[in-house]
């Protein structure tokens, strides 16, 4: 055993395996017939490395060894000084990726490292070994920082996967520390996402303190002694708080919240909304958003929290009494429902009219959501053209509907092309069961019109998460 490791620590007879990938790499490993030099880190360490392996790796470094060899008094005991935003352990691993094509990486943060420093010395096949690990590890504290990365580079390849991990841990996202450093563009962008797994309010309040993060950070040191007492209200008064925040703001969903909600937000929001804009989005959420939002402000009512599985209320399961034909003397239908329990957003619907059995039809068909209690119009939506309908494709909402205990809803079912299409007409039953785990959930429907027709096949419903 001696005489083997003694062999395997000579420079001269040391045991080759005939892979160049790994022989090159145990040159490395021990330093032999090194001719270059790198001092990485805070700390300077040494890397003795070899020209001909760089030079052959990328250009950038064949170029690097050039420039720092052409005054001949060099040795290669003279450290090239290079790449001051690369730590040691960064550096380490990108060689023996170069040298071995080992590709072990430890951790995100040092992966983010070596995407940076390959991306630097168009190192491609490292980039992308960096950006896969990066991509299928990114836990969400690390998320904003692995998303900037992408962006920064202009890599749109994983930014799918990294924007996976934002939309369904929104809350651990906007808790970690990566959020507080955030850039604007990314707030901004992070909110124009369609899904994020947190309520709206939840939204707005890490707003405040990203914005107070950014505030944090500029103050001198004993202002932050003072400001870590106030909290988010410190600013309340400061004339800059609300220009700093003023676009990411305008793209929280108010209309959204509810009343009460939006009232017990804005004691932690003080004067980020002015008196008028407060004004403005109460009357919005009390009068069934129907007062228009404070300039600039988003009008989206989509809830971006909904549970990813649909709620399809479906009348499938009734007795079928005919297929009729729908003309010009059939141009409407009308189907009224309630929900017994409160949290379920209407977002589409399913149309007979809109199936196979009415495929390439030429089709000009528009359904309207009305409060019954008001006979107030809530959303609709209309579809015209060729029906291109298959089994799964929903009719949704531009808006979605949160639907109230007890209160009477209408369907509107309007046919404005003169072509003749088929629908089909039910006997009606009482109740339709919709199973949530443990509880059960009724939808109570009839008919408006003894002879009306019933085009709506489904109701699509979600919850909240």
Known sequence: MG??????????????????????????????????????????KIFKCHKVVLARASNVLAAMMKEHFEDESRSRDDPIVKFSNTSAEAFEYTMRFIYGNDRTLRSVQVAIEVYRFAQECCLDMLQQVAA?????????????????????????????????????????????????HASVKTVEEILQLEHLN??????????????????????????????????????SDNENYRELIDKPLKLIRFRNFDAYEFLRSLAHSNNVLTEKEKLQILMNLGN???????????????????????????????????DI????????????????????????????????????QVMDVSCRLIAGDALRSLVSVQFQGANTFGPQDVLSFPEHVPLKKGVLYILHTNYYNKETCKSRRFNYGKNLRCEDTDDYHFLSFKS?????????????????M
């Open 3 to 44: 005489d083997q490791m003694s062999n395997q620590a000579d420079p001269i007879n040391w045991k080759r395996t005939g892979d160049i990938a790994q022989d090159q790499l145990y040159l490395y490993e021990h330093g032999y017939f090194y001719d270059c030099t790198f001092a990485i880190g805070a700390d300077k």
């Open 132 to 180: 896969d690990f990066m991509a299928k590890k990114c836990q969400p504290e690390e998320a904003i920082t692995v998303y900037e990365c992408f962006k920064s580079y202009g890599d749109d390849r994983p930014l799918d996967t990294v924007a996976s991990v934002i939309s369904q841990e929104t809350f651990a996202v906007i808790s970690s520390e990566s959020w507080r």
């Open 198 to 235: 947190t309520t709206e309010s939840g939204l707005f309040r890490a707003l405040l303190n990203w914005a107070f993060a950014q505030k944090k950070t500029t103050l001198p040191e004993n202002q932050k002694i003072v400001m870590a007492s106030y909290g988010s209200n410190f600013f």
């Open 288 to 322: 069934g958003n129907q007062f228009p939002m404070p300039n600039g402000f988003t009008n989206v009512l989509r809830f971006r929290n909904l549970r990813p599985e649909k709620y399809s209320f479906s009348f499938h399961h009734l007795e079928r009494v005919e």
């Open 325 to 360: 034909e729908l003309t010009k003397n059939c141009p409407m239908s009308l189907m009224s429902f309630q929900v017994n329990s409160a949290g379920f957003i209407l977002t589409g619907v399913k149309l007979h009219s809109l199936s196979y059995a009415n495929k390439g």
């Open 448 to 464: 408006c019109m003894d002879n009306s027709h019933d085009d709506i096949s489904s109701l699509i419903m979600r919850r909240f």
